[in-house]
C-alpha cells in the first residue's frame, strides 16, 4: 500500500510538471517520456486518472470562480470546453502516439538486442581471428625452423626458434598449441644440434680426406721457399749463413704470399666449424661442443696413424704420405686455434702434436732396419727435414724429431762406412800395384784434379803416353775420399741442427777407413815376395800420408762453425808414416834376401893353385841387380829412400861376404884365394863409386881394411895398437886374428 501511494504521488508530480510546462514544446517533451515510462510499466490508467483528476479539480476551481463571476465563468466554461475538446483531442492523439511509440520501443529493442547480439558475435569472430593469426604466425616459424633445417641454415633455425619460444609463443599460451610448440622446443634443439653436428661431422671427415694433400701443398710451398732461399744465396753469399725459417729468411720471403689453407689447389672452408660454434654457444653447450670436438679430432688422429709403413719404396710414398696426412692435420689445428680462440687450447693441440711425432718417429725407427742404401736414407732424411722446416714454420716444436734425426744420422754413417769400405777393399785388392799410366792430357789432367798429387812438372812439359809413381788406387781411393765427404754433408743439407756430430763423425769414420780399409790392407800386401809391389805400396803409402794431411786442412775449412777451432789430426796420418818404415823394412828384408841368395852361390877356392882373373860371377850378378832394381823397380822411389836402401844393401852385402872367410867349414886361406875375394871386393868398390855417393863407401870400410889385413906381409902391424887403429881401425877385434890364423 504504500508503495501504491508513492507511486500515485509520482504522477502527480509528473503531471503537474506537464501542466506547468512553458510552452507547447515543454509540454510534449514532458508528455511524451511520461507516457513511456507508465506505457513500460503498465501504468498508463494511472496517469490517465491523474490527468482526468487534474482536471476535475481544475473544472471545481472554475466553477467557484465562476460563481463570483457568472458571464466570466460562462466564458471561461466555454474556453474550458474547448480547451476540453482539445485535451481530449490531444489524449487521442496521445494514446495514439503512445501506442506508435511503444510499437516502436519494441522494435528498437529487438534492433538493439540484435545489435548487441551481433557485437558479440563480431568481437568473438575478431577475437578468434586475431587468435587463428597468432596460431598460424607461431605455426609458420615452426615451419620456417624445419625449412631452415631443411635447407642447412642452422643458426638461422636456432634465431627462428628463439623468437618462436621468447616473442610469438606468449601471444598463444591461452591455448594448448603453445603447450604443444613449447614441449617440442628441446626436440628441436636437439635436432638442430644433431644436424649441425652431422654437417661438422661431415666436414671434418673431408677435413680428413684432405689433409694429406694439405699437407703436400704445404710440402711443395716450403720447398719452393728453400729453392728462393738458394737462389738469393747464390746472388747474395752472406745469406747462405741464414737457414729456412730464420727472421733474415722470413723476412727476405715476406713478398711471396701464399696461404696454405686457400689457394688455387686446396681451400678449408671453416664456415661449418664455425656455425657450429655458434649454435652451441646458443644452445649453451659450448664445453659440452668443446669435449665433443677434441674427442673426435683424438679419434681422427688414431685413424690418421697407421700401423707400420715401409721404407724400401722407390718414392718414400709411405713415408710422404704419412709426414704429409701429420701435417695437414696439425696445420688445420693451429688454423683452428688461430681462427676460433678457445675451442681448442695449446695443451690438447700440443699433446696431439707430440703423439703424433712420437708415433711417426717409431714407426720410421721400426721399419729402419730396411733400408740398407745411404742413397735411399737420405731421401728418407729429406722428407723428415722437409717435415720438420714445413712444421716448424706453424710453431710447433721440432726438437724431438731433430733428435731423431741424430738417429738417421748414425744408420747414414754406418751405411756409408760399410759402403766405402766395401768399395776401398776392392780398389785395394783388385790394384795392379803399378805405376799409372796416362795416355794423354785429359787423362793427366783428370788424375791431377781427383788426387792430391802435386806434380814436379807442368802438364806442358810432359810427354804422353807417361806414367805417375801412383798406382791406380790411390787416385781411386782419392775419388771416394771426396765422395765419402761429400755424402757426408750432404746428410746436413736443408735441415740438421748438429753440423757438430757430422765433424766428429766424419773424422772417426774417415779415419777409421783410411786405417783398417786402406792402410791395413796395404800392409797386409807387404808379404808379397815381390819387390816391384812392396816398392809400389810404399810410394803409394807416401802419398796417402800427404793426402792425409791435405785432408786435414780440408776438414779445417768444411767443419761448421759451431765445432770447436784448432787443427785437425788423423790418426791414419800417423799410421801411412809409421807404416812407411814397415814398407822400408820389408824392402830391405827382399833386397837382402835376395843377396843371400846371390852370396850363397859364391865358389871360393880358399886354397886354390892359381889366380882368378875376373870377378866372381855372384858379384857381377850382385852388382847388376843392384843397378837393376834402382833404374826399374827402384826407380820411382825418392832419392833419399833409394840411398838408404843401397846403405842397407851394401851394408848388408858386405857382412855376408865377410861372413864367408870366416866359415867354420873354412880351415884355411892361401895368397890367391885372398887375391879372389880381394878382386870382388875391389869389383864392388868399383860399382859403389859409380853411384855419386861416397857416403856408401863407408859400408864397404870393414870388408875392405879385413881383405888388406888378409893380403898384409906381416901380422904384427895388426897387433900394433898405433898401426891397427890407423890402418884396420874398422876390423872386427875378434875376426882378425881368426883370419889371421887361417
Avoid at 274 to 298: P, S, V, W
Avoid at 539 to 553: P, T
Avoid at 572 to 600: G, H, Y
Avoid at 678 to 685: H, I
Wanted: charged residues 25%; negative net charge.
Amino acid at each position: 500500500m504504500p508503495a501504491t501511494t508513492e507511486a500515485r504521488n509520482e504522477i502527480d508530480y509528473v503531471v503537474q510538471q506537464i501542466v506547468l510546462s512553458p510552452s507547447d514544446h515543454d509540454f510534449f517533451d514532458q508528455l511524451i517520456p511520461a507516457i513511456r515510462d507508465v506505457s513500460k510499466d503498465g501504468r498508463g490508467y494511472v496517469l490517465l486518472q491523474a490527468l482526468s483528476q487534474y482536471s476535475d479539480d481544475r473544472e471545481a476551481d472554475i466553477e467557484k470562480i465562476c460563481s463570483t463571476n457568472h458571464q466570466e465563468f460562462t466564458s471561461s466554461v466555454n474556453q474550458l470546453l474547448h480547451v476540453r475538446e482539445s485535451t481530449v483531442n490531444l489524449t487521442t492523439e496521445i494514446l495514439r502516439l503512445n501506442q506508435a511509440i511503444q510499437e516502436s520501443t519494441e522494435k528498437l529493442a529487438e534492433q538493439k538486442r540484435a545489435l548487441v547480439e551481433s557485437r558479440g558475435v563480431r568481437q568473438n569472430i575478431d577475437d578468434a581471428t586475431h587468435a587463428l593469426n597468432d596460431c598460424l604466425e607461431v605455426l609458420r616459424l615452426a615451419n620456417q625452423v624445419h625449412d631452415l633445417l631443411g635447407k642447412k641454415s642452422h643458426y638461422a633455425a636456432l634465431r627462428a626458434l628463439d623468437e618462436l619460444q621468447n616473442v610469438q609463443i606468449r601471444e598463444v599460451t591461452q591455448y594448448s598449441l603453445a603447450d604443444m610448440i613449447q614441449k617440442s622446443v628441446p626436440a628441436t634443439k636437439k635436432m638442430i644440434a644433431e644436424a649441425v653436428m652431422t654437417d661438422l661431422n661431415t666436414w671434418l671427415f673431408r677435413i680428413r680426406e684432405t689433409s694429406q694433400f694439405l699437407g703436400e701443398v704445404a710440402f711443395y710451398h716450403t720447398e719452393q721457399r728453400r729453392t728462393r732461399q738458394k737462389e738469393r744465396a747464390e746472388k747474395f753469399n752472406y745469406l747462405s749463413n741464414f737457414k729456412l725459417n730464420t727472421a733474415i729468411e722470413l723476412v727476405s720471403d715476406e713478398n711471396i704470399e701464399f696461404d696454405t689453407l686457400d689457394n688455387e689447389d686446396v681451400q678449408v672452408d671453416f664456415t661449418p666449424l664455425f656455425e657450429c660454434m655458434h649454435i652451441h654457444n646458443a644452445l649453451g653447450q659450448t664445453d659440452k661442443f668443446r669435449a665433443d670436438y677434441a674427442a673426435t679430432r683424438r679419434q681422427q688422429k688414431e685413424l690418421l696413424m697407421p700401423t707400420s709403413i715401409t721404407l724400401i719404396d722407390s718414392e718414400e710414398s709411405s713415408l710422404s704420405e704419412l709426414l704429409e696426412g701429420i701435417a695437414g692435420f696439425a696445420i688445420v689445428e693451429k688454423a683452428t686455434m688461430q681462427k676460433a680462440p678457445g675451442l681448442r687450447s695449446p695443451a690438447d693441440v700440443d699433446e696431439l702434436w707430440d703423439s703424433m711425432c712420437q708415433t711417426a718417429i717409431a714407426l720410421i725407427a721400426k721399419a729402419l732396419h730396411e733400408v740398407d742404401n745411404a742413397e735411399m736414407l737420405l731421401k728418407i732424411k729429406g722428407v723428415i727435414a722437409l717435415f720438420i722446416q714445413t712444421m716448424e714454420s706453424w710453431d710447433y716444436p721440432v726438437g724431438a724429431l731433430d733428435t731423431f734425426l741424430l738417429t738417421l744420422f748414425e744408420k747414414y754413417a754406418e751405411l756409408l762406412k760399410r759402403r766405402f769400405s766395401d768399395d776401398f777393399q776392392e780398389i785395394v785388392s783388385t790394384d795392379d800395384y803399378m805405376p799409372m799410366p796416362i795416355n794423354n792430357l785429359d787423362e793427366y789432367e783428370k788424375v791431377v784434379n781427383v788426387s792430391w798429387y802435386i806434380p814436379d812438372k807442368s802438364s806442358d812439359e810432359l810427354r804422353f803416353p807417361c806414367v805417375l809413381p801412383f798406382s791406380q788406387m790411390y787416385p781411386l781411393c782419392c775419388i771416394d775420399i771426396r765422395n765419402f765427404l761429400n755424402q757426408f754433408y750432404f746428410f746436413s743439407d736443408d735441415h740438421f741442427q748438429q753440423p757438430r756430430v757430422i765433424d766428429d763423425t766424419l773424422k772417426t769414420a774417415l779415419d777409421e777407413l783410411l786405417s783398417e780399409k786402406v792402410c791395413r790392407s796395404l800392409v797386409e800386401r807387404l808379404s808379397s815376395q815381390y819387390l816391384g809391389q812392396i816398392v809400389q805400396i810404399l810410394i803409394n803409402l807416401e802419398h796417402f800420408e800427404i793426402a792425409c794431411q791435405e785432408l786435414e786442412q780440408l776438414l779445417v775449412a768444411a767443419r761448421s762453425s759451431s765445432s770447436v777451432g784448432g787443427s785437425i789430426v788423423l790418426y791414419a796420418t800417423e799410421e801411412f808414416r809409421s807404416n812407411k818404415k814397415t814398407a822400408e823394412k820389408r824392402i830391405f828384408e827382399l833386397v837382402n834376401s835376395k843377396i843371400d841368395d846371390l852370396i850363397e852361390t859364391a865358389e871360393y877356392d880358399w886354397t886354390a893353385h892359381t889366380l882368378e882373373k875376373e870377378p866372381s860371377n855372384y858379384m857381377q850378378t850382385l852388382t847388376q841387380y843392384l843397378s837393376n832394381i834402382m833404374n826399374t823397380v827402384l826407380l820411382g822411389l825418392p832419392t833419399e829412400i833409394k840411398e838408404l836402401i843401397y846403405f842397407d844393401a851394401l851394408s848388408h852385402a858386405a857382412s855376408m861376404i865377410l861372413s864367408l872367410p870366416l866359415s867354420p867349414d873354412v880351415k884355411k886361406i892361401n895368397p890367391n884365394g885372398i887375391a879372389a875375394l880381394a878382386k870382388d871386393v875391389r869389383f864392388l868398390s868399383d860399382f859403389v863409386d859409380t853411384l855419386g855417393n861416397p857416403i856408401l863407401q863407408q859400408n864397404l870400410d870393414e870388408l875392405q881394411q879385413t881383405v888388406a889385413l888378409m893380403q898384409a906381409e906381416s901380422s904384427d902391424e895388426y897387433y900394433d895398437v898405433s898401426t891397427r887403429n890407423k890402418k884396420y881401425g874398422r876390423v872386427d877385434a875378434l875376426n882378425g886374428p881368426l883370419l889371421l890364423e887361417k
